[in-house]
């Protein structure tokens, strides 16, 4: 089997609503999605993380960087496709851009692997340890009009989703720390004494910041603090853990062995939060894993994009080994960003329909048993939404 053509699909919409999280606002749902054709008529798909005009950019890395490459290979070659492409581009992109684009390039090797075996991901992996996932919902984004006055919209949007049926929830912050704080405390009156949840705040402190957030965390009994300071300030990560009961959530922003080594080493995280869709696709993900797994630090994958990104976290979760295992393990959770998506709620063929599995099977989803990531696309839908 051989690769003749890479194909990038970057779609977008108008969302209903302008939202926000603490670096900015945005108006529009983008995606991108990467399609390997090969000639034996075997097509695989990936997705690269990344929004609108990063999505635009990794395009042309896909298509005119990366495809010339790789196209008249055997795509069930993913380790030697992967090292040729990360050699050839590592003098210029160790991190970013180039990574994200190779990691859509990788899932879909390994969607084309899967539907040459006829298997799903999760089996050519090492096998499926569990059927079904818990979800989380996170929501309570950031809005133009927010003041601490606005709390209660906080509230309200955090019981919502506990009534959904997720088994736990997450918020934005990025007000200011001391607003912050009045957001948490009223999502925690939303959703009652012992339901878990979560605080994102996508690095927009500094370390003093993060500290007058983290008490308060503490105190709250916040399940964990995700990206509390920059991604590159590793010191800061491991203050804010000797510092803080509350667990230390991060590395959305890390890309392969190489910063994950580094990153973990460090000993900055109670949390991983691996982004398989940037830190260098499947193949990575997994020696990402490896690591994680020989220090007994447990992972929540990072989840952002379409179906083509869900369903491929989904046998991800599925083949993650538990840790450090017994009768009643702690299983991972699969991340539901409950605001607008039609990218991932009316793409594919069939519909994963994660709330209303979410809702008709206490808070969890199935994985999907297709060969592959297990799900398909509907090509007219994406020929409507393309925009490049």
Partial sequence: MKITEIVSHVLQYDMPEELGYSQQYYAKRSAHLVEVRTHEGIVGWGECFGPGNVALANKVIVEQVIAPMVIGHDPLDRSVIWHKVYNLLRDHGQKGMPIQALSGVDIALWDIAGKAADLPICKLIGGQFRDRVPVYGYGMMLKREDTPSHVARFKDEAAAIKDMGFVATKMKV???????????????????????????????????????????????????????????????????????????????????????????????????????????????????????????????????????????????????????????????????????????????????????????????????????????????????????
């Fill in 174 to 388: 990025g007000l200011g720390a001391k607003d912050d704080v009045k957001l948490a405390q009223a999502v925690r009156r939303g959703v009652g004494d012992d339901f878990p949840f979560m605080v994102d705040a996508n690095h927009c402190y500094s370390v003093d910041e993060a500290l007058v957030v983290g008490r308060a965390l503490d105190e709250l009994d916040a399940y964990w603090f995700e990206e509390p300071v920059a991604p590159e300030d590793r010191d800061g990560y491991r203050l804010l853990r000797s510092k803080l009961h509350t667990r230390i959530a991060g590395g959305e922003a890390e890309f392969t062995r190489y910063g994950w080594r580094d990153l973990l080493n460090a000993d900055c995280l109670d949390i991983a939060q691996p982004e398989v869709c940037a830190l260098g696709g499947i193949s990575e993900y997994l020696k990402v894993m490896a690591q994680a797994q020989a220090r007994f630090t447990p992972a929540v994958n990072h989840v952002w994009g379409s179906a083509i990104a869900v369903a491929t976290n989904l046998q991800l979760l599925a083949a993650m080994e538990p840790m450090p295992g017994g009768l009643f393990p702690v299983e991972p959770m699969l991340e539901f960003d409950t605001t607008d998506n039609k990218f991932r709620d009316e793409m594919l063929t069939e519909p994963l329909a994660i709330q209303k599995q979410v809702k008709a099977n206490n808070g969890t989803v199935a994985i999907p048993n297709g060969p592959g990531i297990g799900v398909v696309p509907d090509p007219d839908f994406i020929a409507d939404y393309k925009v490049a």
